[in-house]
């Protein structure tokens, strides 16, 4: 595809069960970020991947969240036992590379709710 | 603690006017700057960037200014339009590649709505 992907494009789960959210990237984009949303909120760092690692884990906020990337491609976050301070917009973004003045491309997000 | 703040929530503005959105900053190491323009229910848009080394960048419309003394950076659209409303992000990062060097750091945004 041309752009950023992302599904669900809206996810309502319960309290304390496990969601995994998709990001695909725009192909050849080698730097995938993931940042979420939360109401009245700007954006928020959780994760950057080079590649399929991920170097910058610093925006994680709990151990229950963690993300993966196959094949240099398509991420995953997972977030498991979900709290309702987890609903937010989680936003995926790619880059061709982590460079200066790289621009990252936003997918349209994944609307997340937890009841 | 906001490392890039809009404290503008919101801006109304007349078609045909200028529009005139604020950002302020704290960290000093960031060099990279960034207006994103997010619809709803669609991700953020890259608008225009400007780096640290310049104070004015344009591109048709939009200007970006960057008064690096003050750690303030302003969006002018000239004319406004009313598909210019928006919610509008400013980022800021401190370029590089080594640990959260590269990160986008956002502020809140500024809701923009033009009136025809």
Sequence with gaps: GAGVSQSPSNKVTEKGKDVELRCDPISGHTALYWYRQSLGQGLEFLIYFQGNSAPDKSGLPSDRFSAERTGGSVSTLTIQRTQQEDSAVYLCASSLKRADQETQYFGPGTRLLVL | ?116
């Excluded at chain 2, 200007?63 to 690096?68: A, H, P, S, W």
């Excluded at chain 2, 400013?90 to 923009?112: D, M, P």
Aim: charged share 20%; aromatic share 12%.
């Design chain 2, 1 to 116: 603690d906001q490392q890039v703040k809009q404290n503008s929530p919101s801006l109304s503005v007349q078609e045909g006017r200028i529009s005139i959105l604020n950002c302020d900053y704290t960290n000093s190491m960031f060099d990279y700057f960034l207006w994103y323009k997010k619809y709803p229910a669609e991700g953020p848009t890259f608008l225009i960037s400007i780096s640290s080394i310049k104070d004015k960048n344009e591109d048709g419309r939009f200007t970006v200014f960057l008064n690096k003394s003050a750690k303030h950076l302003s969006l002018h659209i000239v004319p406004s339009q009313p598909g210019d409303s928006a919610v509008y992000f400013c980022a800021a990062r401190v370029s590089g590649y080594g640990g959260s060097q590269g990160n986008l750091i956002f502020g809140k945004g500024t809701k923009l709505s033009v009136k025809p």
